[in-house]
């Protein structure tokens, strides 16, 4: 049904005006041709898909956008969970000492074995409290570089590189 005829249906517009309407219309189609009123069609539809594909951009950009931040949020609870488990510094006979950043020198009593590794670069160092705490754990190298990339304000000491900045 044509905007003509609504329009006649709900009364708002006269037989009188619905008949001069359209014999404007075929007037106006006479006098374009058909060539002319197909180029506008075109043109029309054309407008259309140019609107369509916008749409859909916007569209893709925000279902990016939203995976993007879902992502962001699984890999911060990742990383709290790995921090979590990172491993307890043992009683040892040990005394490995490290400088913090807010210029300390802290120290964990740490097994043999877990000094060397410490020393070699296969454990790192991480704050498991507040900043400002001397509440550390280890963490091995891998997980200490996923740490890095999403909270690496927590890594205290790791072999030169992990930490990007």
Known sequence: ??????LKKANLLSEKDS???????RVERKEKGREVLEQ???????????????????TRLEQEKAEQAK????????VAVLLADAKKPGPGAVKFYF?????????LELAP?????????????????????HTY????????KRVARVRPEVVVL??????AG
């Open 40 to 58: 506008e069609a075109a043109q029309r539809q054309q407008q259309i898909e140019a609107m369509t594909a916008q749409d859909r951009e916007r």
């Open 158 to 163: 790791a072999p030169r590189g992990v930490v």
């Open 99 to 107: 400088a913090a950043e807010d210029g300390t020198l802290p120290w």
């Open 19 to 25: 008949k001069r309407l359209a014999h404007e219309a």
């Open 1 to 6: 049904m044509s905007l003509r005829d609504q």
């Open 137 to 144: 754990r280890l963490l091995g190298l891998d997980a200490t």
């Open 113 to 133: 074995r877990e000094a060397q590794e410490v020393r070699a670069g296969q454990l790192c160092v991480v704050r498991s409290g507040k900043p400002g705490t």
């Open 71 to 78: 992502k962001q949020r699984e890999e911060f609870a990742a």
